[in-house]
C-alpha cells in the first residue's frame, strides 16, 4: 500500500493491487473520500480528511480533487494511455 501527502497535506491512501484495493475497502474510515477511474481497472485512492473536517464532494478544493483524480488515473493501466478517463468518488 502507498501513502502521500497532498499539496494542501491531506494523505492519500492507494492499493497498489486487487488486494491492497480490498484492504482498503476494508479498513477505511467512513469520512474517507474515494477514488476510482470508472469502468476501468485502476487503484483505489482514499482521501483521508483531517480531524474535524466532514466536506462533501462538492466543497472540496479543485486542486485536491485533480491530484486524487490523477493518481488512479495515472494508477490504471488502460487509463493511463487515454488522454481523459472519467474517475468516480464518494464519501
Not at 36 to 57: N, P
Request: charged content about 25%; some cysteine.
Amino acid at each position: 500500500m502507498y501513502f502521500f501527502t497532498t499539496s494542501q497535506g491531506y494523505t492519500l491512501y492507494m492499493g497498489k493491487d486487487k488486494f491492497e484495493n480490498e484492504d482498503l475497502i476494508k479498513y477505511g474510515l467512513p469520512e474517507d473520500v474515494w477514488f476510482h477511474v470508472d469502468g476501468l481497472s485502476s487503484a483505489h485512492v482514499y482521501l483521508r480528511q483531517k480531524e474535524g473536517d466532514s466536506f462533501l464532494l462538492d466543497e472540496l478544493d479543485p486542486t485536491l480533487v485533480n491530484e486524487c483524480c490523477q493518481l488512479v488515473k495515472d494508477n490504471s493501466i488502460e487509463g493511463c494511455k487515454l488522454a481523459s478517463c472519467p474517475v468516480v468518488s464518494r464519501i
